[in-house]
């Protein structure tokens, strides 16, 4: 089973900055098949990324992925308010266990 | 608009069994794949269950199979969660997501529900 490891754990910044968030798995992961959401306080969790680097509907273009095999990243070009959350890394596609990685709380400097 | 609506949680007994429904509007339901996904207050995302679009296959983690049955009625346009056998690890808010691509198992999730809180606690 591959494991998913998400860092840095929390990541302090100001509005305005780039944030970097990194998700590494354990083996290779097959077709590029991992996803990014985000999820604030009380909600639910909202796709941002799949298939590596694909924007899903909706999502700003300040949210970009990228990244192949093992070591995948996502990267918020300048962070606005409404960016500080959790996000989290999924595998998918090649096996019905659907791994999430343990987050990367992105917080207020 | 999609919607995902779950409802059942309740505080329960270790021992005890509960059963968690998910209500969708907004799309052809008997033609995505659903699942359930669980996190415990102030953790990670933790994916339980899985069942295609005509219910004939379905997929359980480690953690709960053998304990929870996950089932849908296509004409009710609703997904289950039957749980068995509770334990208090499995105190978690549930969430019901939506697969990404009709008539596909594997693919990503792209709506989520609110969730609905269980409780496993004497």
């Known amino acids: 089973e591959i494991v998913l490891t998400q860092s840095p754990g929390t990541l302090s910044l100001s509005p305005g900055e780039r944030a970097t968030l990194s998700c590494r798995a354990s083996q290779s992961v097959s077709s590029n098949y991992l996803a990014w959401y985000q999820q604030k306080p009380g909600q639910a969790p909202r796709l941002l990324i799949y298939?590596?680097?694909s924007r899903a509907t909706g999502i700003p273009d300040r949210f970009s992925g990228s990244g192949s095999g093992t070591d995948f990243t996502l990267t918020i070009s300048r962070l606005e308010p409404e960016d500080f959350a959790v996000y989290y890394c999924?595998?998918?596609?090649?096996?019905?266990?659907?791994?999430f990685g343990p987050g990367t709380k992105v917080d207020i400097k | 608009e999609v919607q995902l609506v779950e409802s059942g949680g309740v505080v329960v007994q270790p021992g005890g069994s509960l059963r968690l429904s998910c209500a969708v509007s907004g799309l052809t339901f008997d033609e995505y794949t659903f699942h359930w996904v669980r996190q415990v207050p102030g953790k990670g995302l933790e994916w339980v269950s899985l069942i295609s679009w005509e219910g004939g296959t379905t997929f359980y983690s480690d953690s709960v199979k053998g304990r929870f049955t996950i089932s849908r009625d296509n004409r009710k346009n609703s997904l289950y969660l039957q749980m068995n056998s509770l334990r208090s690890e499995d105190t978690a808010l549930y969430f019901c997501?939506?697969?990404?691509?009709?008539?596909?198992?594997?693919?990503?999730?792209?709506?989520w529900g609110h969730g609905t809180l269980v409780t496993v606690s004497s």
């Open positions: 999924q595998l998918y596609g090649s096996s019905p266990s659907f791994t």
């Open positions: 997501a939506k697969s990404s691509r009709p008539l596909r198992l594997l693919y990503y999730f792209d709506y």
């Open positions: 298939g590596a680097s």
